[in-house]
């Protein structure tokens, strides 16, 4: 198998290269046919490896790309998730190299999408390829690759409701996250959920010359930042009634444990080129992201902001604000506090609109199942060492969804790096991580079906 | 003259509306041409109507129309204050017609610049027209029209310090504010001054993504929200230290005889849209936009504003801030004073970057002078009703600079009326305030020059 990897290295890396070449940007209209162009290219890809049943299926939104091969009915089935679509590029004057033209510089794979989620989720398709061509497939698999995760996965639930019967399975395999490092592989067992909203403030019914009326009529990008100021207390604690009523404290135990983590927060700092770190009192950095809620603004837009100087009173001024949940929150509920809140913290002198966006639920998965511990012994034969289990402060919301519609719990191997730069520019996946995942996949699957039987 | 008024009224107001088409947007370097044509046009106006000396003079920035007619040296001479550069026209799509497309509707002229300060400027041009054609100019006049009013007159100044002989005179006559009414109207004796700065706010050196780092690191729009937010407390105060150190409070005699001046709040808010106005306790509207300080933010902007969502956490957060100063504040003083504030403020976690952009002195002008009289007889003679004195809540920073390098008073005959939307969409003018300045401005020049003999 692994003479196999070896051999076809090359054409496995200029493959995901010329996926990554289709700007398949969900969140932006402009990008359609992209979108759906790299749709076709994974699907064609599956065909290619040897799956059966392959087709693109119609959603309200863009199409979730199926394929499937059962060996033996009698043998257990692993459903494996991702997506093709990629987050926004911009702000695209700060690539080095343009994000839907991959580079290879120093062993990484420069391109928006190359780790998240097309680099991570091809290793699955290369895996597979692997499996078919050795004929060492040791049980059924199926694939669910959809292209509206970073839009929110909005019509994904309604497929899955839709089509328990096609998605029927035994665990549900997904690589759509990090590891600590690549001498210190881990397994993530923790997501937070979210909910995203967008908040539209209106003083004036037009814009209005700030000397005529300035200091006599509200300005609605004072009173928003006054308003969204105030969600927070000194303490850095989030200010809105109940938002913490279902938020589940871990033991000590829990936390002492969480803490031999290797982090090393002057590291940490220099990355970011940061002076001081900034978070909720009484946490840890690693608990600030990942078993604590958060708010915050991921966009704010009002007023004059082109060139040079004008002396406007604005009649709108808008905001993106998304809020990370840990269990036990629900996106419904804390989306509901926060509208109920926002609205009741606006002043007579304005109108307030608050628009929810999507949701996700928090998760945390076992680690004492088969799934899990066969992925933690795949980690160990290819890394060498037995991985870590860690709560990530990232959401896949479909997790628990899954969970709820389908019953089955998912195991995330994870292979990503925090200087994969996800999201921003210069997003890059190392070539050594993705073979890596081309080859730990397998002796999952090995794993598994043994452990299963 | 009133009959040479009313056979020319059609000429006048196309060539306004031939002047309003040229976009003079002075904030946009992508009009610099438009601007210079707009000089160009009014430098070829002022040679028609007779002036002598015409002339754009070169500065650093957008040249400066000069002009003039000497009849007499022993006979007083009156400067006249204008600008022929516009505030930029976004948002575009609220205009019910082009911005520089004029349009003539329910006897207004819709056009950017209509009002301010094109229509006033040119009402001007069209009044010396006037005298010189029927012989009645009664004293020396002098033109002095820059392009750089809406971008703080940045080289006006040094202009002025270098052409102090040029430019010398007995008075300045200024149009570019407004009136109460067309059935009250107004003569402004009062200016507010200006501080205009940029803040940059700088978290981590990338953008991140917000469920990776949610919670860990300063979001610098959560910040700059809370800084901008702590700017004012619940009194609607202005927080920073000294900020009120030098304000001229009113005697409460002067309170009682500007609350005479006609004023319906429930018209106010009504005519915003507006459930309830906003402003510094302890104050009326009316001395809320004239003899008080203010702080807004007049745009802002950061992390991803555009359709969809995106879970970011952006790297940098900014906003446009300008201050509004009344006597004895001073630009120089309060820039430095919120410098020195806003910076700070800022938590260690974020970098703070704050760019003065350009500023302006407050002024207050006398009504026991010749020229305020002159200008009051001349109103009352065109309008049947005397003019109320008023201190407008606007800028003209140059007023004061007039008076500490030329020694020179300025009166403001403005004939513009609040409904008039500068700065905003749908900028207006009346024909009629249009054709009353050009009817009044030669009265002012004729009791003007009585009064001085």
Chains 1, 2 share one sequence.
């Not at 991921?298 to 406007?312: D, L, P, Q």
């Amino acid at each position: 198998m692994n003479q196999y990897i070896a051999d076809n290295k090359d054409r496995f890396i200029n493959e995901l290269l010329d996926m990554l070449r289709i700007p398949s940007v969900s969140a932006d209209p402009k990008f359609k046919q992209d979108v759906i162009r790299t749709a076709e290219f994974v699907a064609e890809k599956l065909r290619q490896a040897g799956a059966d049943n392959v087709a693109l299926c119609e959603t309200a939104g863009y199409p979730i790309v199926y394929g499937d091969k059962i060996i033996d009915p009698s043998l257990p089935t692993v459903l494996v998730y991702g997506h093709y679509d990629v987050q926004p590029a911009d702000p695209y004057e700060l690539w080095h190299s343009p994000p839907f033209e991959p580079v290879i510089k120093d062993g990484k794979i420069y391109a928006r999408g190359a780790c998240d989620d097309k680099g991570q989720m091809y290793m699955h398709v290369k895996a597979f390829e692997v499996m078919m061509e050795n004929n060492i497939l040791p049980c059924n698999v199926k694939f669910m690759i959809e292209g509206e995760e970073e839009v929110g996965s909005e019509n994904l639930a309604t497929f899955v409701k839709g089509n328990k019967e096609k998605l029927s399975a035994d665990v549900i395999l997904i690589s759509d996250t990090g590891m600590l490092g690549n001498d210190t592989p881990s397994i993530t067992t923790g997501l937070r959920g979210m909910s995203y909203l967008e908040v539209e403030v209106t003083g004036p019914n037009r814009d209005l010359h700030s000397g005529l009326y300035g200091g006599a009529v509200a300005n609605p990008i004072n009173i928003l930042c006054q308003m969204i100021a105030s969600l927070h207390d000194e303490h850095n604690h989030i200010t809105i009634p109940g938002f913490y009523d279902n938020v589940q404290e871990l033991s000590q135990e829990e936390r002492a444990e969480m803490a031999r983590a290797p982090f090393d927060l002057e590291k940490y700092k220099k990355a970011l080129d940061l002076s001081d770190v900034h978070g909720e009192e009484g946490y840890s950095t690693m608990e600030r992201n990942s078993i604590r809620p958060t708010l915050d603004v991921n966009g704010i837009w009002g007023g004059y902001t082109g060139e040079g100087a004008k002396t406007v009173i604005p009649s709108k001024a808008f905001a993106k604000i998304s809020m990370r949940l840990v269990p036990n929150q629900t996106s419904a509920e804390i989306t509901e506090k926060f509208q109920k809140h926002f609205v009741s913290i606006a002043p007579k002198s304005v109108k307030v609109v608050v628009k929810p966006h999507h949701g996700g639920e928090p998760v945390v998965t076992p680690t004492d199942s088969i799934a899990y511990q066969a992925a933690s012994r795949a980690y160990e034969e290819t890394f060498g060492v037995k991985p870590v289990p860690v709560r990530s402060g990232g959401s896949i919301p479909i997790v628990a969804m899954f969970k709820s519609e389908l019953g089955l719990d998912s195991v995330l191997m994870g292979f990503g790096l925090d200087s994969d730069a996800i999201h921003s520019p210069n997003e890059n996946f190392g070539v050594f991580n993705f073979m890596k995942g081309i080859e730990t996949i397998p002796l999952f699957y090995r794993y598994y079906a043994e452990m299963n039987k």
